[in-house]
T-cell receptor
Framework: DAGVIQSPRHEVTEMGQEVTLRCKPISGHDYLFWYRQTMMRGLELLIYFNNNVPIDDSGMPEDRFSAKMPNASFSTLKIQPSEPRDSAVYFC?????????????FGPGTRLTVL | QKEVEQDPGPLSVPEGAIVSLNCTYSNSAFQYFMWYRQYSRKGPELLMYTYSSGNKEDGRFTAQVDKSSKYISLFIRDSQPSDSATYLCAMKKSSGDKLTFGTGTRLAVRP
């Protein structure tokens, strides 16, 4: 299995531009999570899906952020318009058949820099 | 106040040392406790997990939970340079699917 796939791995953009991050979860996993990691705030959950349905988006910082999961093998996180404070590493993670620990498998992350 | 507090370090130790990594938490609803390891420029990966209070050992690693003190620890014996990474604690309530992570402790093991 290829694991969780994220693209792009690096993104440099200018303030005000739209940014789209992409994620392909592990096949057969029914949960998908989007996180943001910074030195100051650590790993923060932004939103998660179960069976392609958004369950909890309380971590989405503001309306500039949106996420979709049109099917079981693809999700996007969009920032429009982007701001310098959005600079961070964004991780996608998926988890599968239920166990109490809900092991999450993380992708390699997308390093976003907004100038 | 954050639900989970973790000393960010960095922590630098010589090879062969015993390492102690810790987290405190404020929400007594947390029942499941995990440690994730994150190498530089990689995503976190699950290292160990424990349920409620007690110890769990896996090779050179021991995870310990003290629910009365709301305190969890990860011990690494005979530390190796390959253990150099950021270690994140994570916790989950009985119901629900979300993990709450600590900010992570950066560990460097010097050869």
């Amino acid at each position: 299995d290829a694991g969780v796939i994220q693209s792009p791995r690096h993104e440099v953009t200018e303030m005000g531009q739209e940014v789209t991050l992409r994620c392909k979860p592990i096949s057969g996993h029914d949960y998908l999570f989007w996180y943001r990691q910074t030195m100051m705030r650590g790993l923060e959950l932004l939103i998660y899906f179960n069976n392609n349905v958004p369950i909890d988006d309380s971590g989405m910082p503001e309306d500039r952020f949106s996420a979709k999961m049109p099917n079981a093998s693809f999700s996007t996180l969009k920032i429009q318009p982007s701001e310098p404070r959005d600079s961070a590493v964004y991780f996608c993670a998926s988890s599968g058949p239920r166990g109490p620990y809900n092991e999450q498998f993380f992708g390699p992350g997308t390093r976003l820099t907004v100038l | 106040q954050k639900e989970v507090e973790q000393d960010p370090g960095p922590l630098s130790v010589p090879e062969g040392a015993i390492v102690s990594l810790n987290c405190t938490y404020s929400n007594s609803a947390f029942q499941y406790f995990m440690w994730y390891r994150q190498y530089s420029r990689k995503g976190p990966e699950l290292l160990m997990y424990t349920y409620s209070s007690g110890n769990k050992e896996d090779g050179r690693f021991t995870a310990q939970v003290d629910k009365s003190s709301k305190y969890i620890s990860l011990f690494i014996r005979d530390s190796q340079p390959s253990d150099s990474a950021t270690y994140l604690c994570a916790m989950k309530k009985s119901s629900g699917d979300k993990l709450t992570f600590g900010t992570g402790t950066r560990l460097a093991v010097r050869p």
